[in-house]
C-alpha cells in the first residue's frame, strides 16, 4: 500500500497542503516509511498521471478540483481519504489513516469537498 499526501514542506512532519493541484512537495508513505519528493507536475490531472506512475494505492487531501477528482475515480486505482479542512501535521494525519477514521470521498460526498476547494480558490 503506497500512500500520497500533499504537504507544504519537505522538513520532517510538515503541514498537509490545502491545494491538491498546486502542492509543492508530497510525501509518500509505504511500509511505514515516510518520503518527500518534488512535485514536478503542473495542474491537478497532470499530479493524478503523476501518482499513478509512482503506484500510489490511496491519497489524502483536504481539497481536490473536479477534472483529477473525475480522473482518479474513472481510473479506480486510488482511493481518495478526506483530510479535513483544519490544519494537520503529517504524523497526526498518517495515525488517522492507520485508524480508519478518515472519510472516503465518493460520488456521495465529493461534491461538498470540491465545493470547499473553490471557495479555498477564491480565498487565496
Do not use: C
Amino acid at each position: 500500500m503506497k500512500i500520497a499526501i500533499p504537504v507544504k514542506t519537505n522538513k520532517e512532519n510538515p503541514a498537509v497542503a490545502p491545494l491538491f493541484g498546486k502542492a509543492k512537495w508530497f510525501a509518500f508513505v509505504e511500509n511505514g516509511k515516510v518520503s518527500i519528493e518534488k512535485n514536478e507536475a503542473e495542474g491537478g490531472s497532470n499530479v493524478v498521471a503523476w501518482l499513478l506512475q509512482h503506484g500510489v494505492n490511496s491519497l489524502i487531501i483536504q481539497n481536490i478540483s473536479a477534472p483529477p477528482y473525475q480522473m482518479i475515480t474513472e481510473d479506480g486505482r486510488i482511493t481518495i481519504f478526506y483530510a479535513g479542512d483544519e490544519r494537520i501535521q503529517l504524523d497526526t494525519l498518517i495515525e488517522k489513516y492507520e485508524a480508519e477514521t478518515l472519510t472516503i470521498v465518493d460520488d456521495t460526498n465529493a461534491s461538498d469537498i470540491v465545493k470547499n476547494h473553490q471557495r479555498e480558490h477564491h480565498n487565496r
